[in-house]
Nanobody
């Protein structure tokens, strides 16, 4: 499974960004997908996950109500819509896919939230 993430950038607090991650190499419908992030000096943490059928989503409390994960199976793409961004959301964001117990990672895209 290959994952190519894009959409990071620098924004001010309160603004929005949408990350995209295109998957290839396996049938997209077989993949559970999600997003992690890693801030400087901190451990990588999951910030969103979506089931293979797109019905079930999960978010930690830190982003719930601000982040929305979605997937487009026809485009083999998973999205992370981030709104009301805060400086503490600054991190490298990684898309991830889970297939039969094996986790695959994209290359990471940097999101910087600063005034």
């Amino acid at each position: 499974v290959q994952l190519q993430a894009s959409g990071g950038g620098s924004v001010q607090p309160g603004q929005s960004l949408r990350l995209s991650c295109v998957a290839s190499g396996r049938s997209f419908s077989d993949l559970s997908t999600g997003w992690f992030r890693q801030a400087p000096g901190k451990e990588r943490e999951m910030v969103a996950a979506i089931s293979r059928n797109g019905v079930t989503t999960w978010y930690p409390d830190s982003v719930k109500g601000r982040f929305t994960i979605s997937r487009d199976d026809a485009a083999t793409t998973v999205y992370l819509q981030m709104s009301s961004l805060k400086p503490e959301d600054t991190a490298v964001y990684y898309c991830t896919a889970l297939l039969r117990g094996t986790r695959y990672w994209g290359q990471g895209t940097l999101v910087t939230v600063s005034s």
